[in-house]
């Protein structure tokens, strides 16, 4: 049927000649279009960035983690180097000008006498003793990673001086090369940690979630028990059944297998209630009905739609796991001398009356502060923007 | 209400059983145990005189059953060298360290214990609900941003760290020691008036020392809940029709956010009974926590076994009471039976 005029003949096609702009009913800024064209992870990364808080929490952990590859080079003597002119010497305060001169960073020398009275060294500052720091230069060798042989260091002493930025300890070990190569242990506790809990907490989640049913609630209720218990009693009674024959780094693996071990039910919980979410969507029901496998679509369909959620819980975890072996260390269950973790470090301090004459002992509670803060700040900007579509 | 609390204490059975079960596990995880280390090392010595006394100690005390049986038997439920005789008949076992039945080591710090993490809850509970309602309803003020501030160092301040820092300014100050849960002098003494002033005035610190963290999450959580509950329209509702902003913050917003507020202190429970422990090594508190470490340390199995069972326990009956003050509360929970957890 052809459409016809008042006069009944038939009305030519018509074609509007203008060119056809499909946004016309909503016309999109530039900010939009790119806003709902980007990537779920690049939406989330703007949500995160606008975190002022996380983002600086994020770069004071990198400075930190930094550490970790780097530990040799940054720290001016190695964890464990005995300086056995300087027990318990104070810290040695950096400065730039030396009566009225500029000079550059250096440290006052310090001369040490003995207080025959209360039988203990007392360091004094020499004011005339200028002891210049070195730069990128030779100092005490090391095996990088316990591998290469080097003796490069990003700072020394001057010649024949010292540089104890947070002080010695009982035998003269610096305490501030501790902290950096203390960084390598604590730092990657919670990682290895976390990783142990995700595994396990996607494990026991997904089962829990995608099968339901008896598996669902015998799993709840080992979960319920499981987080009922006081976690830090059982911490120290499994790592006081590590045998102590065992060597440094089997007693390190050991410790962040029974972090994790404790960890994963909460994270198993988020998942569980994700994934019972998820599977209801229309795509999980079409894969499962083309014929996927139940671990192909948990893997390929249901795992990308939470990953974030799970990065933004197990970062708010990690801070839990590095107090936990920092406690662990300071009670003589975890680590022990020649490793050397922060919580090794702040057993020197266990004695209060020692920590009152040489309150420098103390100075691994700072950065341990500091990261678990930072921790908890990047945890909580991420999991804000682990939902970019609020 | 009495058919609920029932239920719910009934539920408690399986769980002490599998936590009983678990801690059996881990305590009985180290290899061999404290007779059979000590028979080896005699051995190691040349010394076999007294090794026969101690293997005789091994059958006194069924170690050299097979695994299940031994749990059965400290459990109570399998007939043991002296019939049944395990914790379900009151008998706590034997501390090989001490030489002396475990309700003997620990029998006095059990009521301390108890005393501690009661304080820390009240202490939490009662710092964190003002707290929480003033930020809240003067939200974005100075003393807002002031306790969210403090709130944040607390919750990132690990309980045993803040501990040694309170022992070393104490210390520093006021030339004090806050270690130990009473004066010297009471240590041994009957109990009376001025002991129980002495034992309050030592709690305050090691009270504010474990609750800070779980205080300053109460907060967070209180201030987020009742936010959510002031911006619903009723309340706008309330407020259009001239109602006084106390009595309108009382009457419905509170009562809406209380629920949560109860419901997460279960939560919260084994956070801090775990950091009773921690902290009781820290400040020399006589609790179960110094004699737990050193039951580990020398491997004392019955010892640590019962410990980690009691405070285990303990968490539990401070979740019952979360579940069942959230019960008295919350007539949805009380009849509907559904939130069972």
């Not at chain 2, 919750?155 to 309170?166: H, K």
Request: proline letters at 6%; hydrophobic letters at 50%.
């Amino acid at each position: 049927m052809s459409v016809k005029d008042e006069a009944g003949a038939p009305v030519e096609h018509y074609v509007n000649p203008e060119p056809f702009d499909p946004a016309q009913a909503e016309t999109l800024t530039a900010e939009q279009e790119a806003y709902y064209q980007a990537s779920q992870w690049k939406i989330m990364w703007w949500k995160f960035r606008r975190h002022k808080v996380a983002v600086w929490s994020g770069v004071i952990l990198l400075l930190f983690y930094l550490c970790v590859p780097f530990a040799e080079l940054i720290a001016p003597y190695s964890a464990n180097e005995r300086s056995n002119d300087h027990l318990y010497a104070p810290p040695q305060q950096l400065r730039l000008f030396h009566e009225g001169s500029f000079v550059g960073p250096f440290v006052y020398g310090m001369t040490s006498s003995i207080d025959l009275e209360t039988v203990k060294w007392v360091f004094e500052e020499d004011r005339t003793d200028v002891q210049p720091l070195r730069f990128f230069c030779k100092g005490p060798d090391y095996r990088f990673w316990g591998l290469v042989e080097g003796s490069f260091h990003l700072v020394c002493p001057a010649e024949g001086g010292t540089l104890f930025l947070l002080g010695t300890d009982r035998l003269g070990r610096d305490v501030f090369s501790g902290l950096v190569y203390g960084a390598r242990l604590s730092l990657t506790v919670g990682l290895i940690g976390v990783t142990i809990s995700i595994v396990l907490g996607l494990f026991f989640g997904g089962l829990a979630g995608f099968f339901g049913g008896v598996i669902d609630s015998l799993i709840q209720r080992l979960i319920e028990i499981l987080r009922s218990l006081p976690e830090l009693p059982l911490w120290m009674a499994l790592s006081a059944a590590l045998p102590v024959t065992w060597s440094p780094v089997w007693i390190y693996l050991g410790i962040t297998v029974i972090l994790g071990l404790l960890d994963w039910p909460g994270l198993a919980r988020a998942v569980r209630s994700k994934l019972l979410a998820l599977r209801e969507e229309e795509y999980a029901k079409a894969a499962t009905l083309m014929g996927a496998r139940p671990s192909r679509v948990i893997r390929k369909h249901l795992l990308p739609g939470f990953t974030s959620h799970i990065i933004a819980s197990a970062t708010l975890s990690i801070p839990a796991m590095i107090l936990g072996e920092t406690a662990l260390s300071y009670l003589n269950l975890g680590l022990r001398r020649p490793a050397v973790s922060w919580g090794v470090l702040l057993n020197e301090a266990q004695d209060i009356s020692v920590v009152v004459v040489y309150p420098w002992l103390m100075a691994p509670v700072i950065p341990i502060i500091i990261v678990v803060l930072a921790f908890n700040f990047l945890g909580d900007g991420l999991r804000d923007a682990a939902d970019p579509y609020k | 209400m009495l058919y609920y609390i029932l239920r719910r204490v009934v539920t408690m059975i399986p769980t002490l059983l599998v936590i009983s079960f678990l801690t059996f596990i881990i305590i009985e995880l180290p290899a061999g145990d404290y007779i059979s280390n000590q028979i080896a090392a005699l051995k190691a010595a040349g010394e076999s005189s007294s090794v026969a006394k101690l293997e005789f100690l091994r059958a006194e005390f069924a170690l050299d059953r097979p695994f299940l049986e031994r749990y059965l038997i400290w459990v109570g439920l399998w007939p043991g060298p002296h019939g049944f005789d395990g914790l379900l008949q009151g008998n706590w076992g034997w501390s090989f360290e001490y030489e002396k039945p475990v309700a003997d080591v620990i029998g006095p710090t059990l009521p301390m214990t108890i005393i501690l993490n009661m304080a820390t809850i009240l202490f939490v509970y009662v710092v964190s609900f003002p707290i929480g309602i003033y930020s809240a309803t003067r939200q974005y003020s100075w003393g807002d941003y002031g306790f969210t501030f403090v709130g944040y160092i607390g919750l990132a301040t690990p309980n045993f760290l803040l501990g040694l820092i309170m022992l070393y300014l104490a210390n520093r100050w006021f030339g004090l020691s806050i270690g130990g849960l009473m004066d010297p002098e009471y240590i041994g003494r009957p109990m009376s008036v001025d002991k129980m002033l002495s034992i309050l005035a030592h709690l305050i610190v090691p009270t504010i020392v474990i609750g800070t963290a779980g205080t300053a999450a109460m907060i967070r959580r209180l201030r987020a809940n009742l936010l959510d509950e002031l911006h619903r329209q009723y309340v706008t509702t309330a407020r259009a029709k001239g109602m006084r902003e106390a009595r309108l913050l009382v009457k419905y917003p509170l009562r809406m956010a209380l629920n949560p507020f109860i419901a997460d202190i279960g939560n919260l429970i084994p956070s801090l009974v775990s950091g009773s422990v921690i902290v009781s090594v820290v400040l020399n508190l006589p609790t179960v926590g110094p004699v737990l470490l050193n039951a580990l340390q020398s491997q004392d199995q019955f010892l640590a076994g019962f410990i980690l069972l009691f405070v285990a326990i303990l968490t539990l009956i401070g979740m019952l009471v979360s579940d069942l003050l959230l019960a008295v509360l919350d007539p949805r929970i009380r009849l509907g039976g559904r939130a069972a957890s």
